[in-house]
């Protein structure tokens, strides 16, 4: 039963993770030199087959046999409930049963000669009715150390989740932001606000690589603006020292700090009783880019991120009436205000993503933070409350607006505020390039801004802030441009008199070819290697629509390069596609050839730079595998694009499906171990195991929310006439049953019909809204 927790393999992985960072930091307190990591083996897309392992492994101390006894021990706790990330022993046995039947744990110290290995295979002592599992042991060398844990035979739930694409990715992204105060190493760098971000620096690597931590793109404290007579530091530093109180290392329950003396806990009875410190400490602070969700103040236990980017802070509830209020972000939906709380006497739930939230302890938390009363001033005001003068509620007042210029310290161009170019200097932050680690990149538009009003700009001819963002194409193959801007002079001075005027910057023309364009999945982040050669190269494709590619060698196409990454843009009207048919992924690929010519002086021949692209995207070899691999990526595009709409009204949806899509979805539903049908079904989260089958009966049912941008991008209202609403309910429906064809497609299909129904999931896979724009 333990291994129905419902948990997502990075939470399993977590769980690992924690009791490896566990030993490291108790062998760190032993020997501040000491050092160690912890490297994870994660099989992941069509390479995960039965025979595929998970594995954790640690370069601690070590376990002696005891502790191997009381870490694998189903409901001991082999951890406190506080003063580690591990919680309790439980979270091993949950976490290797979740992820497969099979855990293996060899673990040894320094100076034995041997490892001691234990394997426990839950399907065994079920059948055999025995919980007790043999130790063995292997030879090695006295100086190895540490503990490795390998889970096979995984669950088919399991492998089914590690074959999605983008599994690598997420997990490691989510481990970045999990682990994001252990991983980074940010003291001595140019980083703004190092001094009081922190880090410490352990090394956590996935499948060969380190994963790299999220780091906060703060202002430098030494900036501040102006409020009411006071200066307010772009970043503050938070430290609140509470009374200690006794806690129970059991159960977790922390008693009221006024008892001098406690022998045993109040709630569960138990003598783990220990007296310890309290505190609230961290930092809050001013990203240099305002974002509709890359903001908020993550809550952190034991240095490990227990919620991500946290909005929670930013409401406020009336206490008289009830009404939640939030009070934050005040324009546009876009926030700045980031933080992290330390706060490693909370308890958390078993999955560890999130504190418990209806105890005084985390009143505690919100009164010290951000006060008891309203952010908004003339709520306040109206109220009877005083002004808000918390650490959170002076950051609010000082920076609530994005007005370029020195008092909300906003980047600005003379005009207005530069908030998209803000945005991707934020993301050149993130990918690690030198000169965007500071903030004097954003800075440096503050005061232009105001020079510029001043009527004394400070542009000296030494060129923009953004030196990669004006060199012409071909200038150097590492900087900025794009394929066929030949618009600059013959000096690569920029462009001419004649073409300055009105004309849209890089950035501007680039976003505006993202919005009107929709990603080709395949090419999403991909990691590409030109063809004869060792250089890799990040690729992004675009197939847009309703816009004017200017930039572009022809109208149909357009690519940038910048620092090793390569935007493709792709008309819908290339005769390639149009005329022609071909896939999207073929038309870049040959784009991509363009590109790298032109930037990277590739000068191999055309045929051969396709073929090798091609031979690196897994899913443009046409067998059934593949095809049938794309069909459940597509599916889960649709589930998704459809989220909103079941959960709106999961009742009313429900009621639309066919007695076969309930029973296919029912069916779906009950191969994932995890999953609470009731609970499912009352929530509409049932809506992650519809059949294609009930998408057919919802575009019948309800075309008018189904079709015309709802799930479908397929216009169906605005036409009056009955036969033709009728042949676009026809033709989409049509190509979902080809969806339901396609998830079951075996060998036996010969290749021409392979190829029919993958060009119907090209088709539909068109028409599915992008769920990053609903």
Request: glycine residues 10%.
């Amino acid at each position: 039963m333990i291994a129905d927790v419902d948990m997502t393999v990075e939470e399993c992985l977590a769980e690992l993770i924690d009791n490896a960072l566990d030993e490291i930091d108790a062998a760190r307190r032993e020997d501040p030199g000491f050092e160690g990591r912890v490297e994870i083996d994660l099989p992941y897309g069509q390479k995960v087959t039965a025979e595929s392992v998970v594995t954790v492994t640690d370069s601690g101390r070590g376990m002696s046999v005891e502790q191997i006894r009381q870490a694998l021990r189903a409901g001991s706790s082999g951890n406190s409930r506080y003063g580690s990330l591990g919680l309790f022993g439980m979270g091993f046995n949950v976490a290797t049963g979740r992820l497969g039947y099979v855990t293996t744990v060899k673990s040894g110290r320094a100076g034995e000669d041997h490892w001691t290995i234990v394997s426990i295979d839950i399907q065994a002592m079920g059948s055999q009715d025995s919980f007790q599992v043999p130790m063995t042991t292997e030879p090695k060398s006295p100086n190895e150390h540490g503990t490795s844990i390998t889970i096979s035979r995984l669950r088919s739930d399991t492998s089914k989740r590690l074959r999605w694409s983008g599994t690598a990715k997420r997990v490691a992204t989510r481990l970045g932001q999990t682990y994001s105060y252990m991983l980074r190493t940010v003291a001595g760098t140019d980083i703004a606000g190092a001094e009081v971000i922190g880090g410490l620096g352990i090394d956590l690597i996935l499948n060969g690589s380190s994963v790299q931590p999220y780091i906060p793109c703060v202002w430098s404290p030494e900036r501040s603006v102006p409020y009411k007579g006071q200066h307010v530091s772009a970043v503050t530093e938070i430290n609140y020292e509470l009374n200690p109180a006794f806690a129970c290392l059991e159960c977790g329950h922390w008693h009221n700090e006024a008892i001098e003396n406690l022998d045993r806990c109040l709630e569960c009875l138990s003598q783990r009783v220990e007296l310890r410190d309290r505190s609230i400490r961290g930092w809050l602070g001013i990203q240099r880019y305002d974002d509709s969700s890359d903001f908020g103040i993550s809550l952190l236990r034991q240095g490990r991120t227990i919620v991500h980017l946290d909005k929670s802070l930013f409401e406020w509830t009336n206490p008289d009436s009830g009404d939640r209020l939030v009070e934050y972000p005040v324009e546009l939906g876009r926030g700045r205000i980031v933080g992290e709380l330390h706060l490693d006497h909370l308890p958390v739930n078993y999955r560890k993503n999130d504190f418990g939230r209806d105890g005084v302890a985390w009143s505690t938390v919100r009164e010290k933070i951000r006060g008891d009363g309203p952010l908004l001033e003339q709520l306040s005001k109206q109220l009877g409350y005083s002004v808000n003068t918390s650490k959170l509620g002076m950051l609010f007042h000082a920076y609530r607006r994005y007005v370029a210029g020195y008092r909300y310290l906003v980047p600005g161009d003379g005009q207005k505020g530069m908030a998209e170019q803000a945005r991707k200097w934020g993301e050149k932050f993130r990918e690690g390039l030198s000169a965007y680690q500071s903030d004097e990149m954003w800075w440096k538009h503050v005061v232009n801004h105001e020079n510029i009003l001043a009527g004394a700009s400070n542009d000296d001819g030494s060129g923009d802030d953004d030196v990669e963002d004006l060199f012409p194409p071909g200038r150097n193959q590492d900087q900025g441009g794009s394929a066929g801007d030949d618009n600059a002079d013959e000096n690569g001075d920029g462009p001419s008199d004649e073409t300055t005027q009105d004309l849209e910057t890089r950035d501007e023309r680039l976003s505006r070819y993202r919005d009107n364009g929709r990603v080709i999945p395949q090419l999403d982040g991909a990691d590409v290697m030109i063809p004869g050669g060792t250089r890799t190269i990040n690729v992004t494709a675009y197939k847009t629509s309703e816009v004017d590619l200017i930039d572009g060698a022809d109208k149909y196409s357009s690519a940038n390069l910048e620092a090793g990454v390569v935007e493709l843009f792709i008309d819908e009207g290339h005769p390639l596609l149009a005329a022609y048919g071909w896939n999207p992924i073929d038309v870049a690929a040959t784009v991509l050839h363009d590109a790298a010519a032109h930037f990277l002086r590739y000068d191999g021949r055309a045929g051969e730079f396709v073929e090798g692209v091609l031979e690196q995207i897994g899913d443009r070899q046409i067998d059934a595998a593949t095809v049938r691999s794309s069909a459940e990526a597509l599916l889960e595009g649709i589930r998704a694009a459809s989220a909103a709409l079941v959960k709106g009204d999961p009742t009313g949806v429900w009621a639309k499906l066919s007695s076969k899509a309930k029973i296919q979805t029912q069916k779906f539903a009950a191969a994932d171990a995890s999953a609470d049908w009731n609970a499912l079904e009352s929530s509409g989260g049932y809506v992650e195991f519809l059949s294609p089958r009930a998408f057919e009966d919802l575009i019948v049912e309800i075309p008018e929310e189904m079709l015309d941008g709802g799930v479908f991008t397929s216009s169906y209202g605005s036409w009056q006439d009955d036969s033709i609403r009728e042949e676009r309910m026809s033709h989409l429906t049509s190509l979902v049953r080809d969806l339901e064809r396609t998830l079951t497609a075996t060998d036996r299909l010969s290749a021409r019909e392979l190829l029919r129904l993958s060009i119907g999931l090209e088709a539909l896979s068109a028409m599915v809204v992008d769920e990053a724009k609903l």
